[in-house]
């Protein structure tokens, strides 16, 4: 059974810096692409970033882009989504998910999904 947990959300001030960490099993996490996206409230969910599993390149939804940084550790099994200069607009629930099933890192057609850990960013 596939498990993915989130953690490390919570409130935080703008201009701040959070760590978000997704912990997997019940996958062969070397092999398997993992993401992170977001969802606030009364919007549809938002790609974050992705890293892939044969080279570790990484991807980025615009709204992120050199302030958020994806990174992966295979021997721990986790994702980390490394926030920084963070916004109000960042607010939101963010969601781990892995196995890609489509061609596309930015859409959410990924087999597992996590919770969710919530971020919120006061300003």
């Known amino acids: 059974q596939v498990q993915l947990v989130e953690s490390g959300g919570k409130l935080v001030q703008a201009g701040g810096s959070l760590r978000l960490s997704c912990a997997a099993s019940?996958?062969?996490?070397?092999?398997?692409?993992m993401a992170w996206f977001r969802q606030a409230p009364g919007k549809e969910r938002e790609f974050v970033a992705a890293?892939?599993?044969?080279?570790?390149?990484?991807y980025y939804g615009d709204s992120v882009k050199g302030r958020f940084t994806i990174s992966r550790d295979n021997a721990k099994t986790t994702v980390y989504l490394q926030m920084n200069s963070l916004k109000p607009e960042d607010t939101a629930v963010y969601y781990c998910?892995?196995?890609?099933?489509?061609?596309?890192?930015?859409?959410?057609?990924?087999?597992?999904w996590g919770q969710g850990t919530q971020v919120t960013v006061s300003s």
């Open positions: 890293v892939g599993w044969s080279d570790g390149s990484t």
């Open positions: 019940g996958l062969t996490f070397s092999t398997t692409t």
């Open positions: 998910a892995a196995q890609r099933r489509s061609s596309n890192y930015n859409t959410d057609d990924y087999a597992y």
